[in-house]
């Protein structure tokens, strides 16, 4: 591995400068995507290793961050699952079969991911393979709460009205779902490690629509279910709960070798909640991207100041970088963290 500090700071090593990467790195805010996006739709950019490979390997030529991940989608899974997925133009996923009743949670199919997603094992293979070494590479899952809310609201949602519904009102159901969702994520992950993964990343994108206590009681068993499945496997692990600063207790609680950090919350406060014997990722305001480079040193100091050398420390932003963000911003923000934290 040419470029291990990635690796090393999961693992609470010493490096020779803070690592870096940006959630979402591999996507719209570059024009060398968009020139691909325009002749292909979104799933077929997913489901086309070649396609694929191109694109994870497009920030970290262009940008210098320090790990590639895998240009993939959370609900890839889903289609093996038995849902009907599409990506509607300006409307995101769309699923057709939501499941709000037992019998639908019981249609549900638990596959292998080489049978379900093989393309995205080829995708991880042919970037290891283009990669040569230069930095690592991450693969990546929706976590049994995020994906359930998509599987029940049939899409995104603004209340998670369906969601919270079968959490009260059909506890049993729920469970059940939990379990399936949880299982099929857990094989998917494995498969991406055994495919070459050299870490991996659970995204709960929309787990902050919770309290504390539906967290722990609805949701945080099914998620360490799946951290817990991975302890084994050899690689680290991320967890990252957007929108979670009230309940970073009961997230660390679930499981991961890093806890990722919105920016809702000042990282050297998060850290010391989180516990000191867990990696911090994170966490600038994706938006400081759209201001000067002088501010966005600013803040990038102020971060690394809050993390105080301590081993461990990721850069990222606090959640996925801004589909119109300047290129350059994003540049700018990697050149900071590198300068500013070298030892």
């Known amino acids: 591995m040419q470029n291990d500090r990635f690796l090393k700071a999961c693992r609470r090593e010493e490096v020779d400068c803070t690592p870096v990467w940006l959630m979402r790195q591999a996507g719209r805010y570059l024009p060398e995507y968009m020139e691909i996006r325009q002749k292909y739709d979104f799933l077929t950019m997913c489901k086309t290793p070649d396609l694929a490979a191109e694109v994870t390997l497009q920030p970290v030529?262009?940008?210098?961050?320090?790990?590639?991940?895998?240009?993939?989608?959370?609900?890839?899974p889903l289609?093996?699952?038995?849902?009907?997925?599409?990506?509607?133009?300006?409307?995101g996923p769309v699923i057709s079969n939501p499941v709000r009743t037992k019998d639908d949670v019981d249609k549900i199919r638990i596959l292998e991911a080489e049978e379900a997603t093989p393309y995205v094992l080829d995708a991880i293979r042919l970037i290891r393979k283009e990669l040569e070494g230069r930095v690592p590479l991450i693969g990546f899952s929706g976590a049994p709460f995020t994906i359930a809310s998509y599987i029940i609201e049939g899409g995104g949602s603004k209340d998670y009205k369906n969601c919270k519904s079968m959490m009260w009102q059909a506890?049993?159901?729920?469970?059940?779902?939990?379990?399936?969702?949880?299982?099929?994520?857990?094989?998917?992950?494995?498969?991406?490690?055994?495919?070459?993964?050299?870490?991996?990343?659970?995204f709960d994108s929309w787990v902050g629509a919770l309290s504390p206590d539906d967290y722990e009681q609805y949701v945080l068993p099914h998620s360490k279910y799946v951290l817990d499945g991975l302890r084994d496997e050899g690689v680290p692990v991320i967890h990252?709960?957007?929108?979670?600063?009230?309940?970073?207790?009961?997230?660390?609680?679930?499981?991961?070798?890093?806890?990722?950090?919105?920016?809702?919350i000042n990282l050297d406060d998060a850290w010391k909640r989180v516990g000191y014997d867990r990696g911090v990722q994170g966490n600038l305001d994706p938006f400081t991207l759209?201001?000067?480079?002088?501010?966005?040193?600013?803040?990038?100091?102020?971060?690394?100041?809050?993390?105080g050398n301590r081993p461990g420390h990721i850069f990222n932003l606090g959640h996925g970088i801004?589909?119109?963000?300047?290129?350059?911003h994003a540049i700018a923000l990697?050149?900071?963290?590198?300068?500013?934290?070298?030892r």
């Open 290 to 307: 759209f201001a000067p480079p002088s501010v966005i040193e600013e803040k990038v100091r102020k971060i690394l100041d809050m993390a």
């Open 61 to 76: 030529n262009r940008l210098g961050v320090d790990a590639a991940i895998l240009f993939a989608d959370i609900l890839l």
């Open 79 to 91: 289609e093996g699952m038995g849902i009907e997925l599409a990506f509607a133009k300006n409307e």
């Open 240 to 264: 990252f709960a957007n929108n979670a600063s009230s309940m970073l207790e009961l997230v660390a609680a679930a499981g991961g070798d890093v806890i990722g950090l919105d920016w809702r």
């Open 171 to 202: 506890p049993d159901v729920w469970d059940s779902l939990m379990k399936k969702i949880s299982e099929v994520l857990l094989k998917y992950l494995k498969a991406q490690i055994k495919a070459g993964a050299q870490a991996v990343q659970m």
């Open 322 to 328: 801004n589909k119109e963000t300047p290129v350059e």
């Open 334 to 342: 990697v050149e900071a963290v590198h300068k500013y934290s070298r």
